[in-house]
């Protein structure tokens, strides 16, 4: 049955492509097919055709194909189509737009198909075509020291996943956990709970100051954005010591940081060099390789608008609480993360495992971004979380053509809690609070979404470039590029000037960072009576707020909440502690913090209900991180069962960075060492 069940697969295809071919000539005036036997003349030349022909043309057409962003693929199909049409003359097809729709159509009832019969038609593309451009490219050398690829879930807490997996809506991690090859550890995040700061340490083993997404940083006059491509670089320039986890011929996709890969593709530190190695597009390769790619895409990217939209009708029909406005341009954001970033590093890391590079790191954007709008396991959010599972699943699968063995390791760099957020429970936001305390304008950094971010390194990726491809999409793109990045998002206009802004509110998730970059240094608990006496106890006494950290020239770090203080370096407690409802370890990350260099004047945590499981986000969204409370700070690691942790504690990401070097040595890899 296995051998007959190839053949079942294209004699399926073949007819149903016939059929659609004879429909498409029955409703458009500019396509004409004779008879049945015509249509399936045409359609086999379209199988042979993109089978055979077209590996050859997207190689030389690939820089373009890239530079326009798949428009150029788009382009090509319709070629292929008005070639069958010329070499059959029971096909006829008056224009390129018309062979364009055709190749559409034909598109959607192929990927219909083969989500209908389970049929995974990208075997072919990976054994024939991918294999070979590997084979050309990397020149891999068949070896059975096994590689290590790293599959991260952005945003999935241990305890979500654990129900996701009894639930059916992890089914591929459910198996390897049920049949033995695997084991679910629970590890906890630093302070700030977020990919940046979770990711240099996973990547570098250091993510030393970095006490937010976003931060003020008097030193430099300036915000950084960790999802920013420059500021992303600048990142990497202070915690890379060229020796990352990914340093040795490594991979990085559609990760923050690079883990000094020498290969990466939407990685934000990287997108901006223009000294990159290698032909213009060719990590792409995987991707157009398949010549429906793009168009599957795009009925994919059509299909899961309409189902975002679908399920903000449905959250305001029933009443669903908490949730926030869903716009159309965040509809258009999720499907970039959801749909087109997921297949490009999807084709990206399997084009890896045939070029036989020993690690790589790969970042699944799809659920942090559903669950910070949707809900943390809403319907569409666990829908989303099925559908990175059975993309690691066609990961895991693709091992068989490798040149050598591979683990996998998926894990995720923090989790995501849930709530009302601070706006709607409050009636004000964050920002407007301090501004009514200080009597002073307040600065209120931009919360710019994720996907927008990757979205625009992706492009800034495409025109960074020499060649006069990528300089003609600087030009197309330099109403939008700001210090030589793409920058979707609208600009903080309330940060800029000759002057530094007297206040600055900025916020990750349930974590508010208050500044004033007029005052050199900390400004502290006394200085802070004098110049805004009221800024520190309307944060205190505010119901929303569970702690605010500031520093006292007398008393060093102090943790204040509504009902006491906590002396952190004095060791002791008045009143009420107000970590307490944090957990054993909130004291060792607060204070870890406020050594920072660019600890912010007033770094501040939401309230954590216990009795709901929920924090209040200081941005505009259901699921939050970046502070502490539920389970924002406690992700997961899924390892192979040969790959043992050691007895120390997993608290931080760099103690987790030292596992994954340490599992790399064990497998083979010894420049992983330490030094």
Partial sequence: MRRTLPVIRVVVVWVATAL?????????????????????????????????VWPFIIRVALPLTVLTLGIGVIVLNGIVVLLVAELEPGLTVESLSSGILVALVLTIVNTALTTLFAIDDDDFWYRNVVRRQAQRVAKPVRTEVPGLFFLEIDGLAHDVLARAMRDGNAPTLSRWLREGSHRLTRWETDWSSQTGACQAGLLHGDNDDMPAFRWWEKDRGKAIVTNHPRDAMELERRHSNGRGLLFSNGASRANILSGDAPHSLLTMSTAMRRDRPGRIGQDYFAYFANPYNVLRTAALVAREILSERWAAIQQRRRGVEPRVHRSTLYALMRAWATIIQRDLQVEAVIADMYAGLPVAYTTFLAYDEVAHHSGIERADTLATLRAVDRQIGRIAAARAGAPRPYQLVVLSDHGQSQGATFLDRYGTSLEDLVREAAAAPVAAGAHPDEAIGYLGASLTEASSGASRMAGLVRRTARRRTV???????????????????????????????????????????????????????????????GFVLVRSERHGALVVGAGGVNFLDEDRVEGDDPLAPFGPNAARHVKRTDRFPHCADLMVNSTYWHNLDEVSAFEELVGSHGGMGGTQSFPFLLHPLELELSDAELVGAEAVHRELRRWLVQLGHPEYAEE
Avoid: W
């Fill in 20 to 52: 659609t071919l004879l429909l498409l000539s029955a409703i458009l005036t500019d396509v004409h097919v004779k008879t049945f036997g015509a249509a399936l003349v045409a359609a086999a030349l379209i199988g042979l055709i993109n089978a055979f």
């Fill in 483 to 545: 210090d030589g990045a793409v920058q979707l998002e609208k600009p903080d206009r309330d940060a800029e000037g000759d002057e530094p802004p007297e206040v600055v509110a900025m916020a990750s998730g349930c974590l508010g960072l208050i500044s004033f970059p007029r005052e050199p240094g900390r400004m502290t608990v006394e200085r802070l009576e004098e110049h805004y006496p009221q800024v520190l106890p309307a944060l205190r006494d505010h119901p929303g707020i």
